[in-house]
């Protein structure tokens, strides 16, 4: 199960509540993010968000990713499926194939490419992609990393690089979104994510609560 979202924001409130009722509900969880989720792939995160980093093509970027994704899944999301966990990503190849594909315009074709590489079949067999505002949401992205950086009892790495970007790279990433949600209707749920927090919360239990209804509780 990934989450995504159509603008940058952050999920991570939506994760916990995700996995907080899944746990309650006798379900084995592994919770995790991309990219990153393992030592070495925090640390090609903190390359590809950080705003110092500069002149990175967009090939370079994608290339990246999915060295992060390659790690990711060998350390982390196949050993916890073997197991017969759910595994709840904080984004996947949906985020690069709209960041990088829509967003940096290389399309859609060589990240689905590189997902047969290196995913092979894997999928998400259930993705929440949350929709919002796009400038409401970079807007809330960009305070709390600020917040974040000033806080010491968190982690001051800088992740405002694709905050950054213009209306126009997001509105492509959006599109793609949703492009992705048109084609996969069965995997991609869409839940509007422009009301209050606890509104946007209910809408995903929902969905949550009933793609889990045919899973095992095993582990």
């Known amino acids: 199960m990934t989450a ?40 090609i995160r903190n390359l590809l968000l950080d705003s110092a980093t500069a002149g990175l093509s967009p090939l ?10 390659a790690q990711h899944l060998k350390e982390v999301v196949q050993p916890a499926l073997t197991e017969g966990r759910i595994v709840l990503c904080d984004r996947f190849t ?17 990240v689905l490419a590189l997902h047969k590489i290196v ?4 999928q998400p067999d259930v993705t929440i992609l949350m929709d919002s505002d796009v400038s409401a949401s970079v807007e809330r992205a960009r305070r709390r990393n ?3 950086a000033s806080d010491g ?12 970007e213009s209306r126009a790279f997001f509105g492509r990433v959006r599109q793609a979104y949703l492009a992705i949600a048109a084609r996969e209707p069965e995997r991609v749920f869409l839940v509007d994510a422009r009301g209050t927090p606890e509104e946007t919360h209910a809408r995903i239990l929902e969905v949550v609560r009933r ?9």
Not at 60 to 69: C, D, G, I, T, V
Not at 94 to 110: F, L
Not at 153 to 164: G, L, P, T, V
Request: charged share 25%; hydrophobic share 30%.
């Open 94 to 110: 949906d985020s690069t194939e709209a960041y990088q594909g829509g967003g940096r315009k290389i399309g859609i074709e060589p």
């Open 119 to 122: 995913c092979g079949n894997l």
């Open 211 to 219: 793609k889990l209804k045919s899973a095992p509780k095993t582990g």
């Open 4 to 43: 995504e979202l159509t603008a940058e924001s952050y999920p991570s409130a939506m994760i916990f509540l995700v996995s907080t009722q899944s746990r309650a509900d006798g379900f084995p969880i592994t919770v995790t993010r991309e990219p990153g989720g393992t030592a070495m792939g925090e640390k």
């Open 60 to 69: 370079a970027e994608l290339a990246l990713m999915f060295a992060s994704r």
């Open 146 to 148: 600020v917040a974040r």
């Open 153 to 164: 009892s968190r982690e001051k790495h800088d992740e405002n690089r694709f905050e950054q």
